[in-house]
């Protein structure tokens, strides 16, 4: 693989790390309606994008590009399934628990990325990157404080589960990137099936909203796009066990907007998680870099 592989990989993870923590936001300042409608709005949006970047591809390359190869029907679905356990447990966790909480828990998502590829494409773990990840980890922890406190137990799980699926959703595209797929159908199918799960839920208890509301949800849903085409973009470009590590920089994008949005002060602890998790991320980046190097030497 080429170094210039791994430089865009980072490069789409970190720009995806900024569109979804801007969706956070917008998700947030939408208020108080259903973690299920805010999806379903979040979706539309990703989704007409989607389909007006495959209806170009269609015009330029012809109808050959958007074929669906054998074998990535089931990683489309896999894909669309765990994506959209992440997309539910994230938007259910971003109105019921601190931001950065629910942004920590979320980014449990590339540790179980590693997993899955290891399982799923047999993509080999090298020791000093699953050393930064489980140190990023432990940073993490640092922010978010884990407590007895039951009545929060809810919307952590789901904010965990939704990382779960992250993850597997990543390791999929991952998957779906060695079988040829076309990176929109990948959205496009996500979109769509996200979309059709919340449609039982509108039909019967959509809440009425303001327009200020609809305007909120359409950002969200345009930085879940962008973030979407990012991590897609990434995930083409280089291997997990290479670039996830970056995707803790929504950490410090969640911060930052927490406090311009939300006037939230991270404490010393978060601080501390922030600094490690940072750290972990530039220690595998020199490790990664000199291991390319090493390996073009030998060859």
């Not at 330029?60 to 959209?84: H, M, Q, T, V």
């Not at 990840?133 to 993490?140: E, H, Q, R």
Request: overall charge positive.
């Amino acid at each position: 693989m080429e170094n210039n592989d791994i430089k865009r990989g980072v490069f789409f993870i970190i720009c995806s790390a900024f569109f979804f923590a801007l969706m956070a936001v917008f998700v947030k300042l939408a208020g108080d309606i259903h973690f299920i409608q805010k999806a379903f709005f979040r979706n539309v949006v990703a989704f007409v994008i989607a389909l007006g970047g495959t209806i170009k591809d269609a015009r330029i390359n012809g109808r050959e590009s958007l074929k669906i190869p054998k074998g990535a029907l089931l990683f489309l679905f896999l894909r669309a399934i765990a994506g959209s356990v992440g997309v539910f447990g994230n938007f259910y966790a971003i109105d019921r628990i601190v931001l950065a909480d629910a942004t920590i828990l979320n980014k449990m998502g590339p540790f179980f990325t590693i997993l899955f590829c290891y399982i799923i494409l047999k993509e080999k773990i090298k020791p000093v990157p699953l050393i930064c990840i489980i140190i990023a980890f432990l940073g993490s922890i640092l922010i978010i404080k884990p407590s007895f406190n039951f009545t929060q137990m809810l919307p952590t799980l789901a904010a965990f589960l939704g990382g779960v699926g992250a993850g597997l959703a990543y390791a999929s595209i991952r998957k779906l990137s060695y079988l040829g797929c076309n990176g929109k159908i990948i959205i496009l199918f996500f979109s769509a099936f996200s979309m059709l799960l919340s449609v039982p839920y509108l039909i019967t208890s959509f809440n009425p909203m303001t327009w200020q509301q609809v305007l909120f949800l359409c950002g969200a849903g345009a930085c879940a796009a962008g973030g979407q085409f990012s991590v897609t973009a990434a995930y083409y470009h280089a291997p997990a066990n290479k670039i996830s590590i970056y995707e803790y920089s929504q950490v410090v994008f969640s911060a930052l907007f927490g406090f311009i949005f939300f006037a939230q002060i991270p404490d010393w602890m978060s601080l501390v998680g922030y600094i490690i998790i940072i750290s972990m991320a530039i220690i595998n980046f020199i490790y990664m870099h000199r291991t390319q190097q090493q390996d073009e030497f030998v060859q």
